[in-house]
């Protein structure tokens, strides 16, 4: 049984020191700028970088230094820096949009920087400034607005990151660490406009993460191991693998996404229901939380955050109470079975009612108090 406590925020030990101030940043313009893409449409994710980055050295000694935006370039690091052996690193994920009007939307950076600030006091990092991180990638963003794609299904990715520079081998706290922020135009996420659906390997022999792990906290050490088992999982003709945990087979995400379930429960409801964040083996998602939040406010269905096991799946599918799994999945091997989930053969209505609205917001349709930062 899993054991149940709260971790949306790590409550451990932390490293407190003085953060940077945005109002300190320096500006260098490069002299060699890159030719930007033509079209957003076919852009491979992570693979084109604008022509600024954000960098701000830590120490022990002396805390955070200046933030500077520079010209994007590569690193200089030690051998022997910790990131580079004990994987003391985390990432962040997160979004600008071009309004239709030239403006530039950002997605719930709040949310984002939460998030961060948890996985340094995780990963033994510094502390930072929320509202201040966020001020520095604003203005990098606003440096680099002329890179957003200017389309309705491409956007800006924007990769804050955070890592250990200490020069030796001992396995302690780094007392010196380097967080950057580089960025990407990226083309849509589903390449056709709507949904592509998806295959899944579910194996409980291999364990993404784990109770009273790391699994809830984005950082590097947790997706290394998942790469081979998703190769495996590729052999056998699957997109992703349905990452599962304990005795019971607990539903945990797929691949490195969030998952949600649309069913009639065994009392007769319709009920969206997806893990909870507090079993500490999912990452909390920035669009998790979004679609539960809008889900609540339409109040048209039951929401419940709870522990689903494939059992519970499996039944569920077998008495025809399944509606769709998302995103967009279409079929499960697990075992001996081969499940065939109706999401796309349900048109996917929630999913894409999700998709519409989340996008809507994004990209500037419309106004929603406290999810949009529009400069």
Not at 22 to 37: G, I, R, Y
Not at 48 to 72: C, Q, R, S, Y
Not at 289 to 299: F, M
Not at 357 to 367: E, K
Request: glycine share 8%; proline share 7%; net charge negative.
């Amino acid at each position: 049984m899993l054991r149940r406590f709260g971790l949306r925020v790590f409550r451990g030990a932390s490293r407190a020191a003085s953060s940077f101030k945005a109002a300190d940043l320096t500006v260098e313009v490069t002299k060699s700028p890159a030719q930007k893409p033509e079209s957003a449409d076919n852009l491979p994710f992570g693979a084109v970088f604008t022509d600024h980055m954000l960098e701000i050295d830590w120490t022990a000694e002396n805390g955070w230094g200046t933030p500077e935006i520079k010209p994007f370039q590569n690193l200089s690091l030690h051998p022997a820096a910790s990131c580079l052996h004990y994987a003391i690193e985390l990432f962040e994920g997160m979004k600008a949009y071009k309004r239709h009007d030239g403006k530039v939307v950002m997605f719930r950076p709040d949310r984002n920087m939460a998030r961060m600030h948890s996985s340094a006091v995780r990963s033994a990092l510094p502390e930072f400034d929320q509202e201040e991180m966020q001020k520095c990638i604003q203005k990098l963003v606003d440096l680099e607005r002329d890179w957003i794609p200017d389309s309705k299904v491409a956007s800006l990715y924007i990769r804050p990151t955070m890592i250990g520079t200490e020069p030796t081998l001992g396995v302690s706290p780094p007392k010196y660490a380097k967080c950057f922020v580089i960025l990407c135009p990226v083309g849509p996420y589903f390449p056709t406009g709507g949904f592509n659906p998806v295959s899944l390997h579910a194996d409980p022999s291999v364990v993404r993460a784990w109770d009273g792990g790391s699994g809830n906290f984005k950082m590097g050490a947790n997706y290394a191991p998942t790469i081979h088992p998703h190769m495996e999982a590729m052999k056998k003709g699957h997109q992703q693998i349905l990452w599962l945990y304990g005795d019971e087979h607990y539903i945990t995400e797929v691949g490195t996404m969030n998952l949600l379930i649309y069913w009639v429960n065994e009392n007769g409801e319709e009920e969206l229901v997806t893990p909870p964040i507090e079993q500490g083996v999912i990452l909390p998602g920035v669009t998790r939380d979004s679609l539960l939040t809008l889900a609540r406010e339409w109040n048209e269905f039951k929401v419940t955050e709870r522990p689903v096991t494939m059992k519970e799946l499996v039944d569920a599918l077998d008495q025809g109470r399944v509606k769709e799994v998302f995103g967009a999945v279409n079929r499960v091997t697990y075992g001996d079975r081969v499940l065939e989930i109706p999401t796309m053969d349900n048109g996917a209505k929630l999913a894409t009612r999700f998709l519409n609205t989340l996008n809507d917001i994004q990209y500037g349709n419309t106004s929603r108090e406290g999810w949009q930062v529009i400069f």
